[in-house]
């Protein structure tokens, strides 16, 4: 019993994907799992303590990754320099991963329960980068901001990367994302035409 | 029985709120709550479903203001002043509730379970800004990234007016963050020394 099996995490991931995407999460077990990846249930119990794991272990590779860049960014990078150093390691991540992101995001975005947990990972996300820069001696709001705003690209520019076909585009992506914010917060030069005169 | 009384929901929140902060949220019943504010049980639940919602029965009122203050900005406003223009009837709301808003703070900040919730609502909040924004045209990416920001900054400006003793600094603080968010997005001079010629 209990013997090494080869990539058996990798295995019960994918094995849960696929059922997840076409049986729906709420009508896949750990036994159905376990018997498509040709393991056991015991097995399964070993890398995750329930289905819904299954989904979310990659949330603390990415937390990890982002807050190596971040720790790695030099010591007087302005706070949303050290947040994209950060994310840049992220997308690293991601290289391989379009199709397994793209089925993620379907089964996610099919199931209200998975989305409220996918948010609270998102903000958990969020408060680790900012306090990896308050423990880099930035202000508290500053580091809100910048935490907030890096994971804010991160979501748009990954629904943009999943809802197109180039695996590599996701660096461009978070570029465009970042231009599109500053367009979008930069001050108004006029409300209304209301304002203007004619 | 089931007789009318004055200010029922007003009593109950105030009665909650005060045994909430001074007893904590799990050690206070729905029956201390009715007990405190002199009414039944019976009554509390005309209002409420359960105490959780006596703290989140304002999230409800806040989005619904915030999405009038869209709605009535002029059609061709740019996405984030029509955001800007919902948080501004926003804060009229929260005027002269400076100690209560302080209190709920307290109560929140001291519950894992209620901050999880609280991140929820605020979600839920950037969920219907940006589909307000998508009603009024605007593409999609720049209204999640609109949305995004207003609550991002509605809840920074926030922890400010919390934590000063002015309740009528809230528009100010909102101006002074906005600012703030702008200098931390600005595109950086120079990511670090190693970078500058020397």
Avoid at 51 to 71: C, H, M, N, P, T
Avoid at 103 to 129: D, F, Y
Wanted: aromatic share 8%; net charge negative; proline share 5%.
């Amino acid at each position: 019993m209990a013997r090494w099996e080869p990539d058996a995490e990798g295995r019960l991931i994918k094995a849960a994907f696929v059922l997840f995407d076409e049986r729906g999460y709420d009508d896949t077990t750990v036994t159905d799992i376990a018997e498509a990846a040709g393991l056991t249930k015991r097995t399964f119990f070993r890398y995750f303590t329930d289905k819904r794991e299954v989904l979310f272990q990659g949330s603390r590779e990415l937390q990890d990754r982002w807050l190596e860049g971040i720790a790695d960014a030099p010591p007087d990078a302005p706070p949303m320099a050290a947040v994209a150093a950060g994310l840049t390691g992220v997308l690293a991540l991601f290289a391989d991963r379009h199709p397994f992101a793209r089925m993620r995001s379907r089964i996610i975005g099919a199931n209200p329960e998975l989305q409220e947990r996918e948010l609270i990972k998102l903000q958990t996300l969020a408060g680790a980068i900012q306090d990896a820069l308050v423990d880099r001696g930035v202000p508290r709001s500053s580091a809100i901001l910048a935490a907030q705003t890096g994971v804010t690209v991160f979501h748009v520019a990954f629904a943009h990367w999943i809802g197109q076909d180039d695996p590599s585009a996701f660096e461009r992506l978070v570029e465009d994302t970042i231009a599109e914010l500053r367009v979008v917060i930069a001050p108004a030069r006029t409300v209304s035409r209301a304002g203007r005169a004619s």
